[in-house]
């Protein structure tokens, strides 16, 4: 089974309060290149720049963002490969741009080639329909499709495209994937009507308090926190793990002090609900995940090699 999230929930306290003092230890040689590798105004976007906006006020530092987009987080990983290491650049992307997205664009590189910083927060990787298809579970959605109906499937992603596709493989049913730009391109599209139904990462959340949206399935090996009872991905047959994780990374080679210093303030404004950051966090995504050092190495070395077995099943 491929677990690409590591609750650290345990760790987060002792390394926010730890981080405080290395943040305040070390002073950037200048002002910060923020490279975002999310469309502007979207939800990681907002949340990429209410940290730095929260940094600037408790720190002093000064924050210069930039949207870098493109492939999945591959664009910004290329040109972030040329700028100074020494804490002035940093970028926000997700585990999946240094997996499977870095592994699929064979350019040469791998997650060891940038220093790994601190992940912010995991989504909440549902799959969802809208209410007006009158389904309420995933078993709903199946006998629609054993029934002759299309159901028109929506990914924002290539690695959901194949996670969708091995889902229809494993019910025995056949799944019209329609690949979009973003998750609230989904979001529209199911509600819509466009599409039946669609992986969402915890932009749902108030649509199915609503009662708007349907989670009929966590897209994750772990249940939703909004609704635990739908089942898993491997409870459906599929043996892979749809989540992804914010996280900051930076160029080859920074320093110590430098990445630590950034990865504490990060943490310690995440973990802060009194935040605007830390409020968006624990609204769309239960609360922050602050991984660092050695296990986030780890994390995003797994989901990179993890990627050939997920393709080579597609493939089949």
Do not use: C
């Not at 940093?90 to 601190?118: H, Q």
């Not at 990914?155 to 329609?178: C, F, H, K, P, S």
């Amino acid at each position: 089974m491929k677990k690409l999230i590591v609750a650290a929930t345990a760790a987060l306290s002792i390394a926010a309060s730890a981080v405080t003092v290395q943040a305040q230890d070390w002073t950037p040689p200048g002002p910060i290149k923020l490279m975002i590798a999310f469309g502007a105004g979207g939800g990681a976007d907002t949340q990429a720049r209410l940290i730095a906006t929260e940094l600037e006020d408790r720190l002093g530092w000064e924050f210069i963002p930039e949207q870098v987009t493109g492939k999945g987080g591959v664009n910004l990983l290329l040109e972030m490969q040329d700028e100074a290491n020494d804490g002035t650049v940093i970028g926000m992307v997700v585990t999946e741009s240094l997996g499977y997205n870095l592994y699929t664009a064979d350019v040469g590189l791998t997650p060891e080639d940038f220093t790994v910083i601190t992940t912010t927060a995991g989504t909440q990787m549902g799959i969802v329909a809208g209410a007006g298809t009158g389904w309420t579970s995933f078993d709903d959605m199946v006998a629609a499709a054993e029934a002759g109906q299309e159901i028109r499937f929506g990914v924002m992603t290539q690695r959901l495209g194949e996670l969708a596709y091995l889902l229809g493989q494993a019910q025995g049913i056949d799944l019209n994937i329609i690949t979009v730009q973003g998750g609230r391109a989904v979001l529209n599209g199911v509600t819509a009507g466009d599409m039946d139904v669609g992986f969402m990462a915890g932009i749902q959340g108030p649509g199915v308090e609503a009662g708007d949206l349907v989670n009929l399935a966590s897209g994750m090996a772990r249940p939703l926190n909004q609704t635990p009872d739908a089942p898993t991905l491997p409870d459906l047959g599929v043996d892979f793990d749809g989540a992804a994780v914010f996280l900051f990374v930076g160029p080859d080679g920074m320093p110590d002090d430098a990445r630590n210093a950034i990865a504490a303030a990060i943490t310690e404004v995440t973990s802060d609900p009194s935040t605007e950051a830390g409020a968006l966090i624990e609204r769309a995504f239960g609360g922050s995940m602050n991984l660092q050092g050695a296990e986030l190495e780890e994390l995003t070395m797994r989901d990179f090699t993890e990627s050939e077995a997920l393709i080579e099943a597609a493939a089949e």
